[in-house]
């Protein structure tokens, strides 16, 4: 098993109650440093003064959705942050959208309500790399 104590992960998701689901999901796996976000402008910033190793990031957001905040961390200026692993969190998956996604290297996919099991599965292949 990894250890996940104090690994930084953002939260990006414009429902206060998925932000907070989530974070107890995270809190039953492990100690992590979160940091979240309501939309993908503000988490533009939070990338720049938080630094996270991991997104997990929902699609359908005002303002900068999902698949825009990560078109976006695809260009940022430090290689570091480009390459940051992102989970999309949505309640559905068209063809669509996961061609877009992979494109744009998406770390995988996690169907909401989060799972606390699957989430903890999918982070520690992703911090096994």
Request: proline share 5%; glycine share 6%.
């Amino acid at each position: 098993m990894i250890n996940f104590d104090g690994r930084r992960i953002l939260v990006v998701d414009d429902e206060p109650f998925m932000r907070l689901t989530i974070r107890t999901a995270l809190r039953a796996i492990g100690h992590f440093d979160v940091a979240d976000a309501d939309d993908g402008d503000v988490a533009l910033v939070q990338v720049d003064s938080f630094k996270p190793e991991i997104v997990l990031c929902d699609i359908a957001m005002p303002r900068m959705g999902g698949l825009q905040f990560v078109e976006q961390l695809r260009k940022h200026p430090e290689e570091r942050m480009r390459r940051t692993p992102v989970l999309i969190l949505t309640g559905y998956a068209e063809k669509k959208t996961v061609l877009v996604a992979s494109r744009l290297q998406i770390s995988g996919y996690l169907i909401k309500p989060v799972s606390p099991k699957l989430l903890c599965v999918r982070l520690q292949s992703i911090f096994a790399e």
